[in-house]
């Protein structure tokens, strides 16, 4: 059965071409600094975004024309089953991602949501091995049920914690089933509306024991994902305990959890966070954290999190800037956790818009290699560190520097010269970079 029957398998037609159904720029073969793009960037699929959106906005119900909106229940999770792998397939996109409750509707019980999971999981399966997609990771949603409102690693009542739980072990056994690289923790509803009813550290503790009971039970099972924590600063919370990167690294880091996590970062979950995305990366890439890419951005003019497709190019470069200077995205990949606006409500338009993402990613990925082969940053980050290269510098740096040298250094040195750091002609030769490739 054929789901997108208008939509032929895209191609790459290069930079001449005007047909909207085909890549640009994205050349899945094309060797950029000694991997293919495909390897770079390692393009994702979320389930959620892509076959559950209906459109809907707190103003207004779902707008979007779908094949399988025929269906229900069950059998509308295994039409979008078939959706996945055919778009997938459409597109050249090797992974995709999905919470539990994308793939199968929850039943009554958890023993029902389990079964209706199984089936589809077995589905999954099967057309995993016939087509050699992957899933690049899965996790569990712990925050639409209205039995998460009060949190669910850091829920008020036990009963709720236990059931996060149970939820989380079905997961992880689903996970190794569909052989996931990673699995993703975002703290959905794990934060606080007012710090008046709430016992902050309690919740966090709890939080970690639910992080180490996952441990322990992917190794049981020997499930061996990379694990990964996804920041962002509010939204549906207030206030989102795993707030940025470096919030979440000192997390891990104070309840011993770092050797078994590293983060998920989302373009729009920085912004909010009143970050780049190039910061986030950054700080996790330093800490040695940096485990995979939601990719998207925000509105600027809108406050929250709109979950737009990428097609920033000045963030796709600097991205993936950061992306080759930390040696690769190894395990992870780049997801495109982003939806088709309201208005974009054709079938079509989930292709157009990956298509846009994609092209923009591999537009950034060659500027960002035109950057690193020419030596356009470094030679300006070298240069402008150069006083710690020798003398008084190179002292600090080898520690055998201290306060009493510094000022006999300083007494003797005067006056001190600055120079200028040439932000805006960095800023278009940056735009020279982009335009050029
Ligand atoms: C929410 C968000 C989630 C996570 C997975 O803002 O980004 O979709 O990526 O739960
Ligand atoms: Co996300």
């Not at 094949?67 to 295994?78: L, T």
């Amino acid at each position: 059965m054929s789901i997108f029957k208008n939509i032929p398998s895209i191609q790459f037609e290069g930079k001449g071409s005007d047909n909207p159904l085909a890549f640009k720029q994205y050349d899945p073969k094309q060797v950029v600094l000694g991997k293919t793009m495909e390897e770079h960037l390692r393009f994702a699929v979320a389930y959620w975004h892509t076959f559950n959106a209906i459109g809907n906005d707190p103003f207004g119900s779902g707008t979007m024309v779908r094949e399988w909106d025929k269906f229900s229940g069950m059998d509308r999770a295994k039409v979008q089953v078939e959706a996945n792998f055919e778009f997938m397939e459409k597109l050249g996109i090797p992974y995709y991602c999905f919470h539990d409750v994308d793939i199968a509707p929850e039943g009554a019980t958890l023993q029902e949501s389990n079964k209706n999971l199984d089936v589809i999981v077995a589905m999954l399966k099967e057309q995993m091995q016939a087509t050699g997609k992957k899933l690049l990771w899965n996790t569990s949603n712990m925050f639409s049920n209205p039995r998460f409102v009060h949190g669910a690693g850091t829920a008020v009542n036990a009963d709720v914690y236990a059931y996060a739980g149970a939820q989380l072990k079905k997961a992880l056994e689903v996970g190794k089933e569909l052989g996931a690289e990673n699995y993703v923790f975002w703290g959905g509803r794990e934060g606080y509306e007012t710090l008046l009813n709430t016992d902050m550290g309690f919740e966090l503790d709890n939080l970690a024991r639910l992080y180490h009971m996952a441990v322990a039970y992917a190794k049981e099972i020997g499930f061996d994902a990379q694990f990964l924590i996804e920041p962002k600063p509010k939204e549906p919370t207030k206030h989102q305990y795993d707030f940025d990167a470096a919030t979440a690294i000192s997390f891990l880091q104070k309840y011993g959890l770092k050797d078994h996590f590293k983060l998920n970062l989302e373009a729009n979950h920085a912004t909010l966070a009143g970050h780049t995305f190039e910061h986030e990366i950054r700080t996790a890439a330093i800490n040695g954290m940096l485990g995979s890419l939601d990719a998207n951005q925000g509105d600027l003019l809108l406050g929250w999190d709109t979950d737009e497709f990428p097609t920033d190019l000045y963030s796709t470069t600097l991205t993936m800037y950061e992306v080759l200077k930390a040696g690769g995205i190894g395990r992870g990949g780049v997801n495109f956790d982003a939806k088709v606006r309201r208005g974009s409500f054709e079938a079509d338009d989930l292709f157009l818009a990956h298509i846009a993402g994609m092209d923009s990613f591999a537009w950034g990925l060659k500027a960002a290699a035109k950057l690193i082969e020419e030596g356009i940053l470094d030679k300006v980050v070298e240069n402008r560190y150069r006083s710690f290269k020798e003398g008084i510098g190179a002292d600090v740096v080898a520690g055998k520097a201290t306060l009493a040298s510094l000022e006999q250094y300083a007494l003797q040195n005067h006056p001190i010269v600055n120079e200028s750091g040439r932000q805006e002609r960095l800023r278009l030769l940056l735009s020279e970079v982009i335009f050029s490739v």
